[in-house]
Structures are given as C-alpha cells and as structure tokens.
C-alpha cells in the first residue's frame, strides 16, 4: 500500500435495524459511555447517540469498530476548539 491510498482509508457505516452498528475508518474513540460515543474518522469527528450503547469490539490498528444498544443518531462534526460546537454540548 503506498502513502496515498494509505491516506484515503475508506470510511464505512453499516447499521442494521438501529442496533448494531459497524464503523471502519476509525482513527481514535474520544469519549464513550451507554448514551453516546465520539470517534475520529478519516470523514471526521463522528458521534453516536442513543441508549445502552456498547463496545462490542475496537481495532484501531484494522481501524474497525462495532456498536450494539439502541441507536438514535449518527451524526459528523469538524472539531474546532474554538467553535466549541455539538461536543461541547454534548459531553460539556
């Protein structure tokens, strides 16, 4: 793999009846607990939320994660300290 496809990772959503939920292309997981889970994607910033969400599994290396619980949102937001934005009111 050269350098430019290794920085056009491909980013995926996959969500099957609101309850479990597939995410490739994830970078890092900022925050998470049951009603909400904040990742950094190649697509950016992305925020789940819902109800008893849980981690199934995390690869970071594969760049892979799987969500069960209840979901009600999927939502993307480009991080700015300086905007404060939907994850200050989110986790703020």
């Keep these: 793999m050269n350098e430019l496809t290794h920085e056009l990772e491909i980013h995926r ?3 099957i ?3 479990k939920l597939t995410v490739s ?7 998470f607990d049951e009603t ?3 990742m ?3 697509a950016g910033t992305l925020m789940i939320t819902g109800s ?3 981690i199934g599994k995390l690869s970071l290396d594969g760049g892979e994660l799987y ?3 209840r979901i009600d949102s999927i939502s993307y937001e480009d991080a700015s300290p300086a905007r ?4 200050g009111r989110l986790f703020g």
Excluded: S
């Design 52 to 54: 008893d969400l849980h």
């Design 25 to 31: 292309g994830v970078e890092d997981v900022e925050r």
């Design 36 to 38: 909400g889970i904040v």
């Design 17 to 19: 009846n609101r309850e």
């Design 84 to 87: 404060g934005g939907l994850l």
């Design 67 to 69: 969500v069960d619980g």
């Design 13 to 15: 959503l996959e969500i």
């Design 40 to 42: 950094t994607t190649g």
